[in-house]
């Protein structure tokens, strides 16, 4: 299993970004996946969640209105498009996804720091 996110960086209070988890070594379109983020000195918490097919999707309530979960089963990756960015969003976002022996498996994770 292999997860490599890409497309953090930095970003002003109000702005955008779109993070990318290219996935590889299962198969992924039957998996759900989700986001998850760090904050230095504070626990990972999950932020978002999608189904195998796309049908179903959750958000942490901080996030709701602002993040949307994606993915595209022909590209084998899983997207977070960020709007509304705030200073509180900045930290390290990881995607990951879970076997059906339930074993979670993580990327390596991106940053992501919004601040003027």
């Known amino acids: 299993v292999q997860l490599v996110e890409s497309g953090g960086g930095l970003a002003q209070p109000g702005g955008s970004l779109r993070l990318s988890c290219a996935a590889s070594?299962?198969?992924?379109?039957?998996?759900?996946m989700r986001w998850d983020r760090q904050a230095p000195g504070k626990e990972r918490e999950l932020v978002a969640h999608?189904?195998?097919?796309?049908?179903?999707?959750y958000y942490t309530d901080s996030v709701k209105g602002r993040f949307t979960i994606s993915r595209d089963n022909a590209k084998n990756t899983v997207y977070l498009q960020m709007n509304s960015l705030k200073p509180e969003d900045t930290a390290k976002y990881y995607c990951?996804?879970?076997?059906?022996?339930?074993?979670?498996?993580w990327g390596q994770g991106t940053q992501v720091t919004v601040s003027s």
């Open positions: 990951s996804t879970l076997d059906i022996w339930g074993r979670r498996y």
């Open positions: 999608i189904t195998s097919t796309g049908s179903s999707t």
């Open positions: 070594g299962f198969r992924f379109s039957s998996s759900q």
